[in-house]
């Protein structure tokens, strides 16, 4: 199943080949109201979907990616765990943090979350002179953990 955040913030349903797109406001406000009520609507998210695969919502409408904003958009908090110690390095430089020993604990961190972008926005980054700490990063919706 696809689901995306439009950019007017509109919840919608988007077909296997990524071409059209259903309103799904109707069944949740945002996917994040879809998220957190998934057991009593997944099964009605689930047949729009069904039903725009096979041609049968008369609200769909073509799907353009570059429409799409982040899933969720304005999510609380994220957080961040890493395993590399090259990246610990460059946030203990970043925050003067003391160096720690990454075999043993692990880089996790706490994170604001008011500049998500969509996947096809262009990413502002300051000059490469400023040390950035550029990467790519995706995020695992989990149930109750």
Request: net charge negative; no cysteine; proline share 7%.
């Amino acid at each position: 199943m696809k689901l995306a955040t439009l950019r007017d913030g509109r919840f919608v349903v988007v077909s296997r080949d990524l071409t059209l797109a259903a309103p799904a406001t109707d069944i949740a406000v945002s996917l994040l109201d879809a998220l957190r009520n998934w057991n009593a609507l997944a099964g009605a998210i689930g047949r729009r979907y069904e039903s725009l695969n096979d041609g049968r919502v008369a609200e769909a409408f073509p799907f353009e990616p570059s429409q799409a904003s982040a899933p969720l958009p304005n999510p609380r908090q994220w957080l961040d765990a890493s395993a590399f110690e090259n990246h610990g390095r460059l946030m203990e430089r970043a925050f003067a943090l003391p160096a720690a020993d990454y075999t043993i604990n692990p880089l996790i961190y706490q994170g604001n979350a008011d500049d998500f972008i969509g996947p096809q926005d262009d990413v502002l980054a300051p000059s490469e002179a400023d040390n950035m700490d550029f990467e790519g990063e995706l995020g695992v919706v989990l149930d109750e953990t």
